[in-house]
């Protein structure tokens, strides 16, 4: 049985999507870096994809990037709407 509060798991849930997000963008940077040193136009696509995802996870692990209101209620609020 677990005793972690609402709060607590959002904060683990976030925790993980930005260690998730992160690793892809580094990972999906790296390749496109690699694509683009090899004259390959299609990377650059793949650079600008990649600095976003990252951009997005310092969102997130700052707050300033929030699910909508409408995906934090909880399932009962959401069904009688």
Do not use: H, N, W
């Not at 793949?46 to 600095?51: E, L, N, W, Y």
């Not at 909508?68 to 009688?80: K, M, N, R, T, Y």
């Amino acid at each position: 049985m677990s005793t972690e509060t609402p709060e607590q798991i959002r904060a683990d849930e976030r925790a993980r999507c930005v260690a998730e997000l992160r690793t892809y963008s580094e990972e999906l940077m790296s390749a496109s870096v690699s694509q683009v040193s090899a004259g390959k136009d299609e990377g650059f696509g793949g650079v600008r994809f990649a600095a976003s995802m990252g951009r997005a996870a310092q969102l997130l692990e700052s707050g300033k990037l929030t699910p909508p209101a409408a995906l934090s209620v909880s399932s009962g609020e959401a069904e009688s709407r």
